[in-house]
């Protein structure tokens, strides 16, 4: 599980920081806190993995600006629609209005109530995430591993993914990302055979595919998304959509 946290005051960092440590050791649920931050644009910058694995805890006032952890919380949503979000504040007067955002966020937790409360109401949420995570373990997911950076995508959202201009660089689409990593068509083509090759330049997801042009060679996906496909696959793509449907 990787858990985000949006805090700025030192004091409440280092809590929940100690907090998830011990509470990971109590309830046996691995976790990687991938950044602590009062910074939203040093959060957002993190994400790069995304699902149901990943929890963020943020606080909703940062300094004089009111509900800077909701804008973030928004930002978090567009780029993920798996995670858990939870919101962490002294300001229990924001509760009601949290759900105007329409985060879909999973708990608020008042930094306020007394401490075993408080670390009751964190490891509720994390032994949520953690069930909702192994019930879904079996989901399908695509992933790239890099220094530094571990791409998680769930298979069923992969439109297609493409050469870059940069060399050996290749982009993933999805309805909501354009994910940018270094590998090569041909070892993705090896390791994933629910790719299909429909162009030296394109590998696409055929559970995404709405409709082959066979005017132009594209291949329609929602989004108003297309690539190419050369023309000798388009048989075989047909043939592939045929036996799927």
């Known amino acids: 599980m990787n858990i985000y946290i949006l805090e700025d005051q030192l004091y409440h960092q280092q809590r929940l920081e100690t907090c998830l440590q011990e509470l990971s050791k109590t309830l046996k649920i691995p ?21 149901r694995d990943q929890l963020y805890l943020l606080d909703i006032r940062l300094k004089s600006e009111k509900t800077r952890g909701l804008e973030v919380a928004q930002a ?8 858990t979000i939870v919101f962490i504040t002294t300001y229990s007067e924001f509760a009601a209005i949290t759900y105007s955002y329409k985060v879909e966020a999973l708990d608020f937790i008042d930094k306020n109530q007394k401490e075993e409360a408080f670390r009751q109401a964190l490891a509720d949420s994390l032994e949520h995430t953690y069930r909702i995570q192994q019930q879904t373990v ?24 493409e050469t870059s201009p940069v060399p050996h660089k290749l982009v993933l689409l999805t309805n909501q990302h354009r994910i940018e990593f270094y590998d090569s068509m041909k070892r993705i083509e090896k390791q994933e055979n629910r790719l299909f090759r429909a162009h030296k330049s394109f590998l696409i997801n055929p559970q995404r595919v709405l409709e082959i042009n066979r005017s132009n060679y594209t291949i329609n996906f929602s989004n108003n998304q ?14 592939r959509l045929d036996i799927r449907r």
């Open 31 to 51: 976790l990687r806190i991938v950044v602590i931050t009062g910074k939203p644009n040093e959060l957002l910058q993190s994400i790069t993995a995304f699902g």
């Open 76 to 83: 978090i949503r567009k780029k993920d629609n798996l995670a």
């Open 138 to 161: 079996s989901e399908d997911l695509f992933e790239v591993h890099q220094k530094g950076r571990h791409i998680r995508i769930p298979f069923q959202d992969i439109n297609y993914i």
């Open 226 to 239: 297309s690539c190419l496909i050369s023309r000798r696959k388009i048989k075989e793509l047909e043939n």
